[in-house]
């Protein structure tokens, strides 16, 4: 199965760090959403968006890129990191996959340090994530969609 993975990271790397983890087990192209704006995705059997979460959504690059780059009928997977868990994060992305009439074939989420605004006064939240438990955990969210294939 050929898989793409269309993701921005930058801060502290967090969501690199869970597509890195990812990458040991699995041989896939990941693509930084800065460094190519375009990319015709059809050839791709999955294509997965991950980003950190910016005020309760993807980042904006994700979604225009996801926007105009999208083929129809893809099976689709998200990954986030958040600093806080709240529900909604992925409603935007959601909305873009139906809109391609895509297959939304999985979500993955975990925590990851932040620093964002008045955060950095208090040292930030949930320092040392993503950990081994959550890089494990997103290895194996992976294998249970391959599996399915």
């Known amino acids: ?3 793409a993975i269309i993701y921005y990271s930058r801060h502290h790397g967090n ?3 869970v597509l890195d983890a990812i990458r ?4 896939l192209e990941l693509i930084d959403v800065l460094e190519c704006k375009e990319k015709n995705l059809s050839e791709y059997d999955a294509i997965g968006f991950a980003s950190g979460i910016y005020f ?3 980042h904006k690059s994700i979604i225009a890129f996801a926007k105009s780059n999208l083929p129809e009928n893809k099976k689709v ?3 986030h990191t958040y600093g806080i868990k709240i529900k909604g994060y992925t409603k935007e992305m959601k909305k873009i996959i139906q809109e ?3 297959e939304l ?3 993955f989420g975990c925590r990851g ?3 964002f605004g008045p955060l950095k006064l208090i040292g930030g939240i949930a320092k040392g994530r993503p950990n081994e438990k959550d890089l494990n955990d997103a290895q194996e969210f992976f294998r249970k969609f391959i599996k399915k294939g």
């Open 1 to 3: 199965m050929k898989i």
């Open 15 to 17: 969501t690199k760090k």
């Open 24 to 27: 040991e087990i699995y041989d």
């Open 56 to 58: 309760n959504n993807f």
């Open 77 to 79: 997977f998200l990954i």
């Open 100 to 102: 391609k009439s895509c």
């Open 105 to 107: 074939i999985g979500v």
């Open 113 to 115: 340090y932040d620093t």
